[in-house]
């Protein structure tokens, strides 16, 4: 009779385990709003001194021809200050190993371009601003892999300038500076992440245009092989006919993270390696982005929604592909 509720214990307490260990929020963990005086914001990345640098998208229409920012937050103070303005309608942002902030630039009297800071100097430097001789459409979203290489999407999302490219593409920009568009095959491309393992690339497709196209409201996945190169392997998660995914970005254990553009169930959803929603964590704004934090004791997903800056405690670590 002993061993047998030792046995029975044992098994409570491996589920236990098992259900912590799967767990992505801990109990009682709340979103908390700590900014809200943006117009679109988009785009966090946590530097190395643990600050989180994210865009804020002010549509010159709909703004009074505002020129864009990039905005600091000091998580120590809780305060935000204007890092950069005009910020050249910067959107993505992701920190390289050597604590460079690369950005994508978009379309509306923007630059159109990939720029790479050096945070100590406050100097950039354009690099991919032409392919083919032509003006990118609209940069739209970062991803870099372990070799130092940067993956961007290229989706047109508004602005007055004219679509200059062919199609609405994903580019890598090598170590060397070469610029290859590697997918051509999505309609909109948007939020882009590189796999644990590097050998595959998430892209996730937000199409405003084409409802009816297949995988329009999709997260997408391509093989990746060690030179950068990618070949379609499968829809990974179909959202259609509702609204689909913005930014993207993984954990340390495999799981995507996804900022949902749906209004009826707008937040982060949270997908295994079979691409089953292990999680949900519903945001009071339609969210566009999300970044992990590494360089605290305490875990945080930031998430840029509507005008806002939220932020969660997670059990979760991320995974950056450009750690050492």
């Not at 190993?97 to 050096?118: H, N, Y």
């Not at 992440?193 to 245009?209: H, I, R, Y």
Request: hydrophobic share 35%; proline share 5%.
């Amino acid at each position: 009779m002993i061993k047998r509720f030792t046995f029975l214990y044992f098994l409570i307490f491996l589920s236990a385990v098992l259900t912590y260990s799967q767990q992505i929020i801990p109990n009682g963990a709340k979103l908390e709003k700590v900014f809200g005086e943006g117009f679109f914001t988009e785009g966090p990345a946590e530097a190395p001194d643990g600050s989180i640098y994210f865009s804020d998208q002010t549509f010159t229409s709909e703004s009074d021809m505002q020129a864009g920012y990039i905005w600091k937050y000091n998580p120590k103070t809780g305060k935000t200050i204007i890092f950069r303005s005009p910020s050249g309608m910067a959107n993505g942002n992701k920190f390289d190993v050597q604590g460079r902030m690369i950005t994508a630039t978009g379309a509306d009297f923007g630059l159109r371009s990939v720029i790479r800071t050096d945070m100590t100097s406050g100097k950039s430097q354009i690099i991919a601003g032409l392919y083919n001789d032509k003006p990118f459409n609209s940069p739209n979203d970062i991803a870099i892999d372990k070799q130092g290489r940067v993956y961007f999407t290229d989706p047109k999302y508004g602005g007055y300038e004219l679509k200059e490219q062919p199609v609405m593409g994903v580019y890598r920009i090598d170590t060397d500076g070469k610029v290859s568009l590697i997918i051509s095959d999505i309609s909109m491309p948007n939020g882009i992440a590189v796999s644990p393992d590097q050998k595959s690339l998430f892209v996730g497709c937000f199409d405003e245009g084409d409802s009816a196209r297949k995988g329009n409201m999709a997260i997408l996945v391509y093989d990746l092989d060690e030179k950068g190169k990618s070949a379609f392997r499968k829809v990974f998660v179909d959202f259609s006919p509702n609204d689909g995914p913005d930014g993207i970005a993984f954990d340390d254990k495999g799981n995507l993270f996804a900022a949902i553009r749906n209004e009826s169930r707008p937040g982060i959803s949270v997908f295994n390696s079979e691409g089953k929603e292990i999680e949900y964590i519903p945001t009071p704004e339609v969210p566009s982005n999300l970044a992990f934090t590494r360089h605290d004791k305490i875990n945080f997903i930031y998430i840029t929604a509507g005008r806002s800056l939220y932020r969660i405690n997670t059990l979760s670590k991320g995974y950056f592909s450009s750690s050492k």
